[in-house]
């Protein structure tokens, strides 16, 4: 028998998800189901203070749970906030994680809960082969994920992301065990989100789902996992953007993130892989990045993506058919929403795309482009997304 046209993949789907509005009232339930007493909860500076967090100490103090907060986060955060946070994490005697806010927020307290059990430097985990087959299993901490944003899906994602503060670069660290134990993902808490905020976590979602459905390989699942994300977007994203208090977008918009997360497992491709070092060197927000550079990889991908985006077009009912209706869409979607056009908008400088291009070929999320990229390409699609020119 003749398999070699026969495609094969892994595919992992186990998180139990508490989803719905005002669940966030069963995290101490969730902490006890869990086995968790003394939880320190991870957060970015601005959440620590606002009532959503305050409340929910507060909650589980009533509950019995001594929680600690820990916020020495930045919005792209680097090496040194996972070390603090490990440190905070012995020295309060913790038994759990509770990873509250972004993505940002969410992968430091994935990496703390991982990193509270090894004894290899943090980097001996970045993502590639088997490395993640180096960590320590016992004595991993349990994590309760809560989003309070639509966009970039940690919260059911095996890996986290977090710059070298050595090197600049950012780097993508795996373990399955990264996965958090719990989520609860409560729309009402995403409310508290600017129009900027929806828009950019938003493309952010859609970025996750557009790669993976085009990424190489074969993965039926997670690609259907994909169409449904972009569908759930081009409907409720617009309305989240104008509304932020609209309730039945914000739950579709934190659907949509989980199904981009759940998606992305099959891989993403040079949108990341650019967007990487641009928001390490610059501090920009992931999800705008992405956003920006978006279109520029979508026409450089055209010839290997012609086909699903003749489907997608269809499944979506777009205007127009093809990879066009495709195009036209994300255009036309970035600027009804704010996102700006050009990757100068982000503050990119034209002298530092050498740099940025040698990062971004060196980035893990490249692999997974439909078209190889390296350096040379990589170059190209920046001075491109710097001139607004989509085509060659």
């Keep these: 028998m003749n398999t070699s046209a026969c495609p094969s993949g892994n595919w992992h789907y186990p998180t139990p998800v508490l989803f719905g509005a005002g669940r966030i009232a069963e995290l101490a339930d969730s902490c006890r189901t869990l086995n968790i007493r003394r939880p320190l909860l991870v957060t970015g500076p601005t959440l620590a203070g606002l009532p959503m967090v305050r409340d929910a100490v507060a909650a589980n103090a009533a509950a019995g749970l001594t929680t600690a907060v820990f916020s020495e986060l930045r919005p792209n955060p680097l090496d040194g906030s996972v070390l603090a946070g490990v440190d905070a994490f012995r020295r309060g005697d913790h038994d759990g994680i509770i990873a509250f806010g972004g993505g940002s927020a969410i992968d430091v307290g994935k990496l703390i809960a991982f990193m509270v059990a090894q004894t290899r430097p943090m980097w001996d985990f970045e993502d590639g082969g088997k490395r993640w087959a180096r960590a320590t299993v016992e004595g991993i901490a349990p994590v309760i994920a809560v989003p309070t944003t639509a966009g970039s899906g940690s919260e059911l994602g095996r890996a986290a992301v977090v710059t070298d503060s050595a ?16 989520v609860i993902a409560d729309p009402e808490l995403t409310c508290s989100m600017d129009p900027t905020l929806t828009a950019d976590t938003g493309m952010d979602a859609l970025a ?37 208090a609209d309730i039945e977008a914000r739950a579709h918009m934190l659907a949509a993130s989980a199904l981009g997360a759940g998606a992305f497992q ?59 209706a495709c195009l036209r869409w994300i255009v036309e979607l970035r600027a009804a929403i704010g996102i700006p056009h050009t990757a100068r908008d982000l ?32 170059h190209a699609l920046y001075e491109r997304a710097l001139a607004g020119r989509l085509t060659v």
């Excluded at 491709?269 to 070092?277: C, E, K, N, Q, V």
């Design 266 to 324: 099959k891989g993403v491709g040079a949108i990341h892989a650019l967007s990487h070092p641009v928001s390490s060197l610059y501090d920009t927000h992931h999800g705008r990045t992405n956003a920006v550079f978006f279109p520029y990889v979508m026409t450089f991908n055209r010839d290997a993506i012609d086909d699903k985006c003749t489907r997608l077009a269809a499944w979506l009912e777009l205007p127009g058919t093809g990879f066009e």
């Design 208 to 244: 996750h789902c557009f790669e993976a459905y085009c990424a190489n390989g074969y993965h039926p699942m997670a690609e259907g996992l994909a169409v449904e994300g972009m569908r759930l977007i081009k409907t409720w994203l617009p309305r989240a953007v104008a509304n932020g």
């Design 167 to 182: 090197s600049g670069a950012k780097k993508l660290l795996f373990h399955p065990r990264m996965m958090p134990t719990l």
């Design 347 to 378: 503050g990119i400088e034209a002298a530092k795309i050498g740099r940025l291009s040698q990062l971004a070929a060196a980035d893990p999320t490249a692999s997974g482009n439909p078209v190889p990229v390296g350096e040379a390409e990589m």
